[in-house]
C-alpha cells in the first residue's frame, strides 16, 4: 500500500508560481513512476505531468510545456511540481499518483495509487 499527501497549493496571481510537493509512504518510493492529474469544476481529471522511477523520463501536457516540471527525490520520499507562469485555467485540484509500471503514463488508469488533491486556484 501506498500513502500519498499533497501540499503546497493555494491562491496565486496570474503571473505568479506555485510548487507543489507529494510526499509518499508505504513503499520504496523508487519502485513507481509518479504523475500529477488536475480536475477543474465540470471537467474530467487530465494528465499534467510524470516522471519515470529514476527521474531519468518525463512528459507534460502541451498547456504546460516550458511553464511546469517535475521533479523527485527519492531520498526523501518526495515528487514535486513546480508550476510557473500560472493561468486562470491552470485552477483546478492538482492530485499526485504512483504507478508500479516505473514509466509515467498518461492515461490515469495506469497509476495505482492516488493523494487526496490541492486545490490551486489562479486569479485573473
Known amino acids: 500500500q501506498v500513502q500519498l499527501v499533497e501540499s503546497g497549493g493555494g491562491l496565486v496571481q496570474a503571473g505568479g508560481s506555485l510548487r507543489l510537493s507529494c510526499a509518499a509512504s508505504?513503499?520504496?518510493?523508487?519502485?513507481?513512476?509518479m504523475g500529477w492529474f488536475r480536475q477543474a469544476p465540470g471537467k474530467e481529471r487530465e494528465f499534467v505531468t510524470g516522471i519515470s522511477w529514476s527521474g531519468g523520463s518525463t512528459g507534460y501536457t502541451d498547456s504546460v510545456k516550458g511553464r511546469f516540471t517535475i521533479s523527485r527525490d527519492n531520498a526523501k520520499n518526495t515528487v514535486y511540481l513546480q508550476m510557473n507562469s500560472l493561468k486562470p485555467e491552470d485552477t483546478a485540484v492538482y492530485y499526485c499518483a504512483a504507478s508500479l509500471l516505473g514509466s509515467w503514463s498518461y492515461s490515469q488508469y495506469e497509476y495505482d495509487y492516488w493523494g487526496q488533491g490541492t486545490q490551486v486556484t489562479v486569479s485573473s
Open positions: 508505504g513503499r520504496t518510493f523508487s519502485d513507481y513512476a
